[in-house]
């Protein structure tokens, strides 16, 4: 197999001969590749032993920050970027008792042009038994350019912070894969005019709900 991408937290490597990939975690992961596996966004996966990687046929296998054209994505593209993302975050809440705190385009995987998860352990944090439905900080992080406002002004750990913090991450995500197919300067466009643009769709309503400032009223709703 021959390594077609890698960052700091996996590689992913293409067969030569047939439509099969594999992707190689640094760090072992029960939970992330349960994900997966128990998500099924992806079928025919095969699982080493130790949780470092997984094997399967596609036909392609990119990052998001990688992608030139976002033609592809449209309305009922993003959303179902958003359910694959959402599944997997309820399998990890609900059955890891675990949450993404921040989400980042270089590990966001897109398989055969629409399947999607995320793929980082180092984002990747246990739920804190003692505050319902918080996030327990107990190491440091990194805050990518997605990261919630709550998020970015936590200077100090151990900590917790509402696992809705996540779903603002999401809504920024969809954010950025909008600007990319608008033929403007990224700086120059706003959030609210996006908005603007798509009111009255499934996705204006989804976003609402996840960019909502307060973070005990932030929904992540399919309507």
Same mark, same amino acid.
């Given at each position: 197999?021959?390594? %077609?991408?890698? /960052?700091?937290? *996996?590689?992913?490597y293409? $067969?030569?001969?047939? @439509?099969?990939?594999?992707?190689?975690? =640094?760090?072992s992961?029960?939970?992330?590749?349960?994900?997966?596996?128990?998500?099924?966004?992806?079928?025919?996966?095969?699982?080493?032993?130790?949780?470092?990687?997984?094997?399967?046929?596609?036909?392609?296998?990119?990052?998001?920050?990688?992608?030139?054209?976002?033609?592809?994505?449209?309305?009922?593209?993003?959303l179902?970027?958003?359910?694959?993302?959402?599944?997997?975050?309820?399998?990890?809440?609900?059955k890891?008792?675990?949450?993404?705190?921040?989400?980042?385009?270089?590990?966001?995987l897109? %398989?055969?042009? /629409?399947?999607? *998860?995320?793929?980082?352990? $180092?984002?990747?944090? @246990?739920?804190?038994?003692?505050?319902? =439905?918080?996030?327990?900080?107990?190491?440091?992080?990194?805050?990518?350019?997605?990261?919630?406002?709550?998020?970015?002004?936590?200077?100090?750990?151990?900590?917790?912070?509402?696992?809705?913090?996540?779903?603002?991450?999401?809504?920024?995500?969809?954010?950025?894969?909008?600007?990319?197919?608008?033929n403007?300067?990224?700086?120059?466009?706003?959030?609210?005019?996006?908005?603007?643009?798509?009111?009255?769709?499934?996705?204006?309503?989804?976003?609402?709900?996840i960019?909502?400032?307060?973070?005990?009223?932030?929904?992540?709703?399919?309507?």
């Amino acid at each position: 197999m021959i390594l %077609i991408n890698e /960052n700091d937290e *996996f590689r992913i490597y293409k $067969d030569e001969n047939i @439509p099969k990939y594999k992707i190689e975690l =640094n760090e072992s992961s029960t939970s992330l590749i349960n994900t997966i596996k128990n998500c099924k966004i992806i079928q025919g996966l095969t699982i080493e032993d130790d949780y470092k990687s997984i094997y399967f046929k596609a036909t392609s296998v990119k990052v998001l920050s990688d992608i030139q054209n976002f033609k592809n994505f449209e309305m009922n593209e993003i959303l179902k970027f958003c359910y694959h993302m959402s599944l997997q975050l309820k399998y990890l809440v609900v059955k890891e008792n675990k949450c993404f705190i921040n989400y980042d385009t270089n590990k966001i995987l897109i %398989i055969d042009n /629409n399947k999607y *998860f995320f793929l980082s352990n $180092d984002n990747l944090m @246990p739920l804190d038994p003692q505050s319902e =439905n918080h996030i327990y900080l107990n190491r440091p992080f990194h805050k990518t350019d997605f990261a919630s406002p709550e998020l970015k002004n936590i200077n100090n750990i151990p900590t917790s912070i509402n696992f809705r913090t996540i779903y603002y991450s999401l809504g920024l995500i969809i954010l950025y894969i909008l600007k990319q197919n608008m033929n403007l300067p990224r700086d120059e466009i706003s959030n609210e005019y996006i908005l603007n643009i798509i009111e009255g769709t499934k996705l204006y309503n989804l976003l609402k709900g996840i960019l909502e400032e307060d973070i005990e009223k932030r929904r992540l709703i399919y309507l």
